[in-house]
């Protein structure tokens, strides 16, 4: 049986072609940027080339970016960066539907003397910039907003935030590891400082990311060490993933308008059979500022994890939550701040469509679904009791 993965937020297949330039970076070009032999400067040239890349399709200058080990330590460096750079300003504005790399840095400040101002969202996931101008004081060193949700894909109103920002003198980054090679993202045109990405969710190899920071911004060097990045990140360059990030990016841009307007296509046709052929369904997050790729729903009566499983034996994957915290029992810390009870933040489904993805793998989940959900209810102890 054909195995139909629904689960590109969580991590994307590396498309052939990234895999195919990043090959000579294990073997042939094997140098070390840093050396200034040939073998080194051919890798420092695969890095550059990279840099490149990756800053074209955020509109960003090339020595505005540098790469990191992935999403999580682009967010600690740019959090605990601008923290530990402003000595005189220990306030940090932040959201509760933030990814669990921003929430635990934030919460590692607090403990360190810092104060955060944690914004509730609205019931679709949106933060209300009036809220962020209300808590901005001239302690504020730095508001951190994610561009777009992992778990419900809402996106979030990064322009009006910059503008609040920059009256402010505060530094602005956002987490855009959901939205970086699926949606137009441009440094400028949405104001931010820092803004963090991660290959891995638009096919390109694991373990690899970029924190893009504005010329001017002042920040303390994450990782101390060799020279590398312009003395801000140490650790000798991880070559192969950097070209492979690279071309991941140019692919996504290449194939950017597209992929908008037949995901959009899918999500919705998902979205819609569910919400006629399923009853006590509720559609998490923004119904029209969500991410392209986006299907989050909560099922009365019957409990994500089971849900999951029974579609994993029809070969279907999806998850409940996010990746990381689905091995763990707690409900959603995202859910829980659109205001649904544990219970419908227990029983939630998301499905994220990518490249791959086709108009039968929906006919098929749509097949199976509802049986799976009729099935579950029908040996509900919670619904046998509310009848
Ligand atoms: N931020 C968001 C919004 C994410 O979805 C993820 C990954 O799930 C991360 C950060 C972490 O990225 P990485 O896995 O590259 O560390």
Redesign the pocket.
């Known amino acids: 049986m054909k195995r139909i993965y629904l689960d590109y ?3 994307t297949p590396t498309h052939p072609d990234v895999v195919k330039a990043m090959l000579p970076h294990f073997s042939d070009s094997f140098g070390n940027p840093s050396s200034i032999y040939s073998y080194g400067q051919e890798a420092k040239g695969a890095v550059e080339k990279a840099r490149e890349q990756v800053a074209t399709l955020i509109g960003a200058r090339e020595e505005e970016i540098v790469f990191t ?7 600690n460096s740019a959090i605990e960066g601008v923290a530990f750079a402003n000595p005189e300003r220990n306030h940090i504005i932040t959201s509760t539907i ?2 669990h ?2 929430i635990e840095t934030c919460t590692f400040l607090e403990r360190r003397g810092f104060e955060v101002t944690f914004l509730p969202v609205d019931k679709d996931g949106l933060v209300d910039p009036d809220d962020v101008q209300k808590v901005i004081t001239n302690k504020t060193c730095l508001i951190s907003i ?1 561009h ?3 778990e419900i894909g809402t996106i979030q109103p990064i322009k009006e935030l910059a503008t609040i920002a920059r009256e402010a003198g505060v530094y602005l980054h956002t ?1 855009a ?2 939205t970086v090679g699926q949606v137009p993202v441009d440094v400028d045109d949405l104001g931010v400082d820092l803004l ?1 990405m ?4 638009l096919y390109g190899p ?2 690899i ?1 970029a924190l893009y920071i504005r010329k001017g911004t002042k920040l303390v060097p994450f990782m101390h060490g060799g020279g590398q990045e312009r003395n801000r990140r140490g650790s000798t360059e991880n070559v192969p993933g950097i070209v492979g990030f690279g071309k991941a990016t140019e692919i996504a841009l290449a194939v950017m308008t597209g992929e908008i307007e037949r995901q959009t296509r899918l999500r919705d046709q998902l979205i819609k059979s569910i919400l006629k052929q399923i009853d006590g369904v509720r559609l998490n997050g923004h119904p029209t500022k969500r991410l392209p790729n986006n299907v989050n729903v909560s099922i009365d009566y019957v409990e994500g994890e089971s849900m999951l499983l029974n579609l994993d034996l029809e070969n279907i994957c999806a998850s409940t939550g ?3 915290s689905s091995s763990s029992l707690e409900a959603s810390h995202v859910l829980l701040a659109l205001g649904l009870g544990h219970e419908q933040a227990h029983s939630s489904l998301r499905f994220t469509v990518g490249k791959w993805t086709t108009e039968e793998d929906i006919n098929r989940v749509m097949e199976v679904l509802p049986r799976i959900v009729t099935r579950l209810r029908a040996m509900s102890p919670l619904l046998k009791s509310r009848k």
């Open positions: 937020a969580a991590t080990s992935g999403g999580t330590e682009a967010d933030e990814h790399a921003v994610m777009a949700n992992n987490d590891v959901q963090s991660s290959a891995h969710k694991k373990g990311g996010s990746a990381c």
